[in-house]
């Protein structure tokens, strides 16, 4: 098999459980402790994607969360598929299965790969400039081959059967990395006392103290210390450590959301386990400690497999035991890759040159490696590498020989380390809105002024070296616990013992490299030309140059990348780099899966589910539900073998023969009490309440400012300054709202106090002409009969000892009545109200049936018959209209000359020229049989039933001058040609209302 | 101009490409223009375009305070689709359809309009209802629309989950073939670089301060951050600063400006044809070129300047996005933003003149007026250079909500009973 690139012994990997995986059907093992990056390295794998645009072999080229290239799909099994991971994130497991993507048919040979043949052909946004001849041809053949090039992973195809958990959490210090600013600073804050949460994306805390190999902490080694401090903070009670959590999303007043990863390590993780965690903590003071990145070079050929970051090679040397190969080319402008190469040497990896870009090359760490008889050749650059799959030469040449890439001198190698400087990791403090500052030596751009309680510490904010990481995050600790109230706060200071860090640094491209693939954004494959050419054809803004080339929106959103990328528009626009500008950092700094952000809903959980107190017993019935708002209603009660045009013919039937019962809980309630209550009613609805005497309801209409109905329902006055107000079920926190809104608001002066009831009582609605004979057992200290208790009445009582609001309403057109008790009394009322009505057929029914029954009678359902757009006149309730109010909601709107205009569209009946034709609801209306479109319509229906009733189809419709049209004959339109209706009155059943009092 | 097209690309590749010049000037403002249209999104970048060729207007600036296509033009999620309820919107938003099928060719720039079709979900009785009139009302209106059954659905979008065990079950759809989706960058920089070959003056960083009238009332001159423009016309396309711009002339407009939020996956190989749209429980998703699934997040509930959303309003549509395709769990959220979007009370939008002579505005378009770019653009157009509407958007006037003619497209969705 591979070749073993693991050293004999160090590093924090546990040699002795080897584990066995496999990446693109082949097996290979490494140890508890390595990434797959780190278990394929030391395989001696290099190879592991394809690049986005070109198809370009791709190694790893980082050892973190700045990845650009090393991109697998991690497979479990095909529901528990996750495409686009980073090797270097995967933490290995027993079984672990890794998918190269993007490449057909294999990683090593790729069809696609003839893209980089032809690239000279696709620069920078060529998708602009062609394919749009002819006009089908870019939908038919372009875009899709455009889109099956791109795309990397593949989606999964099965519902993820995981669960992802969801928290809040409060701290006083929320410390962000637990490098040695973070865990500093996370020291000095609990030493005082204070409530922490720290929290670091790895899957061990540590940061660079995780790669170092001879630095000393209060007289320990490196690793001791991290042992024990790490140690001594899990002991704190008021510390709360969160391995594997990235926060990712800074938002305002100090909330930052963190993704926990709970078993995406293990290998059989228990199913009750969730697999991630979303924590939205909300802190008093923040610490950013998230560390620097390692910038690339560029330069021809700097993508090619076994081209990676100096400092990622140490980090796999000194944490994962593993030489990145045998023989390496560095090139760097700091001084950091010497260590590296140092260490590598150290390790027995040949150093064939170390080239260095500044014309000196001295300090400390140059020296050692002089010293350790590595090849330091100063004023150096690299011109190109050779191989295809792995790097097999890289060639170096003087920098002062301008521009003579063939005087390069070819160097065998199979690695190359690079090092353009670092980064600091701005991420958070830009998306927290702190303002970031260019800092001229440094060369960087570094957390300036501060909008929340957070401040940076360590690398994050340019401060390099460990010594000078671990005083600055103590310092930053000490000030965070002090500013949450900890006024004894004191920061630590430790005696560190440490190689130096360096100096040095380039942003851009390097010399000779202009006119090869010298590339900025790897995963994307934008090159340093691509880049010069956006500002040529005139995209001067960052921005334009991010969105024309696509660099710094790959899946790293340019972690590696955006600083060489404005490095080289500045030189081509000739203006310093502060001038360029900076694209926004967005939220999320790496990745989170949509799991975690919707966490544990789905399903049932996706949203509240409302259910009556009647609930179950129409479910125990064969109840068929409709969804309501979040309300479940039965709608319509199928017999064995029946359908819902069926059993809602038979339902229509009973309620009008005999009686049926309705379970009509889910109305909104509101309870309006006080001494300006009536007054208040009377600016709210547009009825006139005053002279509604207790004991007796109304039919009330409620408008929006604009004049537009709003809502509808029956209001009782159950006293002098109490009503019990009913409205739609949709409509019950709208109207309530509304109410809140203009009390509070604008009529603060009004005592009255409103309150929702609607989950209080229970409705059940007993109609037709048996449903007296039916309560009148039940019934307690109320007089039901007619003359006691006419239509539109209300009267309390009890029915079987259950206290009962008793409403004689009728939305049906018969007698009938709505027993409203409460809700804890619904389901036993309901069963003797049904069981009484046993000798006379009581009948459940639904909300269809509802529907045909309230239809019949022309009764409107705000929503269905008006959307928003009709005024009461436009649905025949003018009548509802106080004439002599001096105002209410709406009332100015309604003079508005266009609320008045003929031609308003009108509420009328709809009969079909043949009786059993069923119209669908929203048709339009027009005036010919033929009238071809684009035509405008008169008005479309808004309700159409089969009626048993009357034998026949029936609908509503909203026309344009609609009442004036009784008797004409319009046309309908369904899926094929128009059909003749004629225009009706809205009424269709009983118009004199003499069934309300039919018994 | 330099035409673009697949040889133009061969001969300067042959020349390493450096022969390509720039897409558009960087011109310095001149004293005066005969008209200046303060935005530079595609509505406003194309106002000036329409401007130039079809009105013969040729000294003209379009003002941008940022970067040209940086305002919601840059940030929306690009679903293009002309199935509104209403005759007047829907001939307004065909218009721009129209527009949209011949816009590569027309600005010689691939937008990559791709009419891949909008599926608009339907989970309750009452979407059925509303949906069904939509079907009905656009093909009376000449607008394609049809109905589907949710096995019809799954069929056009086979990630859909139509049920059951989703609490909301999908009970059909209303599918706009089409409908589909555009590079909204490429629309704005398209406009921009044929108005600037006409000789249109595309000003960036240029902020509008004051607007200046006379003493007659008209417009005289924009005050900007690069110096006072003389002018007689100004057409005002600034989307969610409309209020803000059109303060500067002393006139208070009808909107409420909102931050809305969308967000894109890590990109993937396309599996996801069409666009999918669910108002009922809020989920706006596609797939772009480039792979990544595009999402629309909701509006939040305040007024708001800030660009900065906050957490759980993506939260919330991933919840709808991952009951309506489960298998997007184990997707990630690559990126997330927001723009703000300037509402009307009916969600129409405003174009027309106003009461201050010189003055017209393009605004109100809220979180849907990336589609009606190119329509908006050849009416705000049409309407400066005649100083009077276009038939279309005759009846999107200002007026309408002072005499209750309001044209209500939220009502004809939101409404529940
Ligand atoms: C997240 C999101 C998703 C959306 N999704 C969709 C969708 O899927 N489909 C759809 O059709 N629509 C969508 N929209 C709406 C759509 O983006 C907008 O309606 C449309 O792009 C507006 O275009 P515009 O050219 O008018 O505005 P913009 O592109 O915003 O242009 C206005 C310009 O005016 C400039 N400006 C403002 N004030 C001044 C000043 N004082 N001086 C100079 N310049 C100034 C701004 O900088 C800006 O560039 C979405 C919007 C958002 C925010």
């Known amino acids: 098999m591979s070749a073993n690139f693991r050293t004999a012994e160090d590093g924090r990997i546990d040699r002795s459980r080897p584990l066995g995986f496999r990446f693109d059907e082949r097996s290979y093992q490494g140890f508890p402790g390595d990434t797959l990056a780190s278990a394929l390295l030391a395989n001696g794998v290099h190879l592991v994607g394809r690049s986005f645009k070109y198809h370009r072999p791709r190694g790893i080229l980082s050892a973190g969360a700045d990845e650009p290239n090393a991109l697998v799909a991690v497979r479990r099994d095909e529901a528990r598929y996750t495409p686009n991971l980073r090797a270097t994130q995967v933490e290995l497991y027993q079984g672990l299965s890794a998918e190269s993507q993007n490449r057909s048919p294999s990683l090593a040979f790729d069809i696609g790969a003839v893209n980089d043949r032809l690239s000279r052909f696709f620069p920078a946004g060529f998708y602009y400039k062609t394919f749009m001849w002819p006009r089908k041809a870019w939908e038919r053949w372009y875009e899709p081959w455009i889109r099956a090039m791109a795309g990397l992973g593949r989606a999964p195809t099965l519902p993820d059967p995981d669960r992802y958990a969801n928290r809040f959490a409060h701290c006083d210090v929320l410390v962000v990395g637990a490098g040695p600013a973070g865990l500093a600073a996370a020291l000095s804050a609990a030493e005082a006392g204070a409530r922490v949460i720290l929290c670091d994306e790895q899957a061990e805390f540590g940061g660079s103290l995780l790669a170092e190999s001879d630095a000393t902490i209060e007289g320990k080694p490196a690793a001791t210390w991290l042992a024990e401090t790490v140690a001594l903070l899990a002991l704190k009670p008021r510390v709360t450590l969160l391995p594997r959590t990235t926060a990712f999303g800074y938002f305002a007043y100090n909330m930052v959301g963190l993704a926990e990863r709970l078993t995406e390590h293990l290998a059989e993780p228990d199913p009750a386990l969730p697999r991630e965690r979303l924590w939205q903590v909300r802190a008093r003071e923040v610490v950013l400690a998230a560390g620097a990145i390692e910038r690339p070079l560029v330069f021809p050929g700097n993508d090619r497999p076994g081209v990676m970051l100096a400092d990622a090679t140490r980090t796999y040397l000194n944490r994962y035991g593993v030489k990145c190969g045998s023989r390496a080319v560095v090139v760097t402008a700091h001084d950091a890759a010497y260590r590296a190469a140092l260490e590598l040497h150290r390790a027995g990896v040949a150093i064939a040159a170390i080239a260095d870009l500044r014309t000196a090359a001295n300090g400390p760490l140059p020296e050692a490696a002089r010293a350790a008889g590595l090849p330091v050749r100063p004023a150096t650059t690299i011109t190109g590498t050779g191989g295809r799959l792995r790097v097999t030469a890289a060639s170096l040449a003087p920098l002062a020989a301008e521009s003579d890439r063939r005087g390069a001198e070819p160097l065998t190698c199979d690695l190359v380390l690079m090092s353009g400087g670092f980064t600091p990791s701005v991420h958070l403090f830009s998306q927290s809105r702190g303002k970031l500052r260019f800092d001229g030596e440094l060369a960087a751009y570094v957390p300036g002024h501060s909008v929340q309680q957070e401040r940076s510490a360590g690398a994050c904010r340019g401060v390099f070296g460990l010594a000078a990481a671990l005083a600055d995050g103590a310092a930053a600790g000490e000030a965070a616990a002090r500013a949450a109230g900890f006024s004894a706060a004191r920061a630590r200071s430790f005696a560190c013992h440490a190689s130096g860090f360096g100096t040095g640094g380039i942003r851009s491209v390097l010399p000779n490299a202009h006119g090869a693939k010298a590339f900025v954004d790897f995963q994307n494959d934008v090159t340093a030309d691509d880049l010069v050419l956006a500002t040529r054809e005139g995209f001067h803004s960052i921005e334009h140059v991010k969105r024309y080339t696509t660099t710094g929106m790959a899946t790293d959103q340019g972690k590696t990348s955006n600083m060489n990328a404005l490095g080289i528009v500045s030189e081509a626009l000739g203006k310093p780099i502060p001038e360029i500008g900076l694209t926004t950092f967005r939220m999320p700094y790496t990745p989170v899966s949509f799991g975690i952000l919707a966490g544990p809903s789905r399903d049932e959980l996706f949203d509240p589910v409302r259910t009556t107190p009647i609930h179950d017993w129409a479910t125990a019935h064969g109840a068929v539900f409709e969804d309501v708002g979040q309300w479940k209603r039965a709608r319509y009660f199928p017999a064995p073998g029946e359908d819902m045009e069926r059993a809602v013919a038979r339902e229509c039937r009973a309620v009008r023969q005999s009686t049926g019962i309705f379970d009509a809980s889910t109305l909104g309630k509101i309870e309006v009490v006080g001494p300006d209550a009536v007054e208040f009613m009377n600016r709210i609805y547009v009825n006139a309440w005053s002279r509604l005497g207790a004991g007796r309801c109304r039919y009330g209409l409620v408008l929006r400012e604009d004049g537009f109905i709003a809502d509808d329902g029956v209001v009782g006055r159950l006293a002098e300054n109490r009503f019990h107000v009913t409205t739609t079920t949709g409509g019950a926190t709208r109207v309530l709202a509304q109410m809140e809104d203009y009390l509070q608001t604008e009529w603060p002066e009004l005592e009255v106090w409103l309150t929702s009831v609607t989950e209080q009582w229970a409705v059940i609605a007993v109609q037709g002409p048996r449903s007296r004979a039916v309560l009148e057992g039940l019934v307690e200290g109320i007089d039901i009969a007619s003359r006691a208790m006419p239509h539109m009445s209300v009267a309390e009582g009890r029915i079987r000892g259950v206290p009962t609001r008793l409403f004689r309403v009728s939305y049906t057109g018969e007698l009938g009545f709505e027993v409203n008790v409460p809700a804890d009394y619904g389901r036993a009322v309901w069963e003797e109200i049904f069981e009484a009505g046993q000798p006379h057929g009581i009948t459940p029914y639904g909300t269809e049936t509802m529907h045909v029954l309230r239809a019949e009678k022309g009764y409107i359902v705000v929503g269905q018959e008006t959307d928003g757009t009709a005024t009461p006149d436009d649905v025949g309730l003018t009548w509802a209209v106080g004439k002599t109010k001096p105002d209410f909601v709406g009332k100015r709107s309604l003079a508005r000359p266009a609320m008045r205009a003929p031609g308003r569209k009108q509420l009328v009946g709809l009969l079909t020229e043949d009786p059993h034709f069923l119209l669908e609801e929203g048709a339009q209306i027009l005036a010919a049989p033929n009238q071809k479109a684009p035509t405008k319509p008169l008005g479309h229906v808004t309700s159409s039933y089969r009626s048993a009733t009357l034998g026949r189809t029936i609908a509503l419709a909203m026309i344009a001058g609609g009442r004036d049209r009784m008797g004409e004959m319009l046309y309908v339109t369904t899926a094929e040609r128009p059909v003749p209706a004629k225009v009706t009155s809205p009424v269709f059943y009983d118009p004199e209302g003499a069934r309300l009092d039919a018994a | ?417």
């Open chain 2, 1 to 417: 101009m330099q035409r673009f097209s697949a040889l133009s690309l061969i001969r300067h590749s042959l020349g390493g490409h450096l022969g390509w010049q720039p897409q558009w000037r960087s011109p310095e403002p001149k004293a005066e223009y005969d008209a200046v249209i303060v935005g530079a999104g595609g509505h406003g970048l194309g106002a000036a375009y329409y401007l130039a060729k079809e009105h013969g207007m040729r000294n003209i600036a379009v003002l941008e305070k940022g970067w040209l296509g940086g305002g919601n033009t840059g940030r929306n999620t690009t679903i293009i689709r002309s199935n509104y309820l209403y005759d007047e919107s829907a001939a307004l938003y065909d218009h721009a359809l129209k527009l949209w099928e011949n816009l590569s060719r027309e600005l010689n720039y691939n937008v990559m309009f791709s009419q891949r079709g909008v599926m608009m979900l339907a989970h309750t009785v009452h979407d059925v209802q509303i949906f069904k009139r939509h079907v009905h009302a656009n093909r009376a209106n000449g607008v394609d629309n049809e109905w589907l059954t949710a096995e019809q659905a799954k069929e056009f979008c086979p990630p859909l989950h139509i049920g059951p065990g989703l609490r909301y079950p999908v009970l059909g759809a209303a599918l706009q073939r089409r409908g589909g989706t555009a590079r909204h960058d490429a629309v704005a920089w398209g406009y921009a670089r044929a108005a600037d070959a006409l000789g249109v003056d595309i000003i960036q960083n240029c902020e509008v301060t004051a607007i200046r009238r006379g003493t007659a009332g008209a417009v005289e001159a924009v005050e900007t951050s690069r110096g006072a423009i003389r002018t007689r016309k100004i057409g005002v396309s600034a989307a969610g600063n409309t209020s803000v711009v059109m303060a500067m002339a002393g006139l208070r407009m009808p909107l409420e400006s909102y931050p809305l939020q969308a967000l894109v996956s890590e990109p993937v190989k396309p599996m996801f044809p069409c666009v999918a749209m669910s108002n009922t429980i809020h989920a706006y998703i596609s797939q772009s070129d480039k792979g990544e699934l595009v999402i629309g997040a909701g509006m939040d509930a305040y007024v708001s300047y800030s660009q900065h959303g906050a957490l759980h309003i993506p939260a919330q549509t991933l919840e709808a996005i991952c009951e309506l395709f489960p298998m997007f769990r184990r997707m990630r959220m690559l990126r997330n933003w927001g723009g703000i979007v300037d509402v009307t009370p009916d969600r129409s939008p405003i174009l027309a003149k106003t009461e201050v002579a010189g003055l017209y505005v393009n605004c109100g378009w809220g979180t849907g007026g990336f589609k009606a770019t190119p329509g908006a653009a050849h009416l705000l157009a049409w309407t400066i250079a005649k100083d009077e509407p276009h038939p279309i958007n005759a009846p999107f006037t200002i007026e309408r909500f002072r005499d209750g003619v309001v044209i209500d497209e939220a009502a004809a969705a939101a409404v529940s009973h």
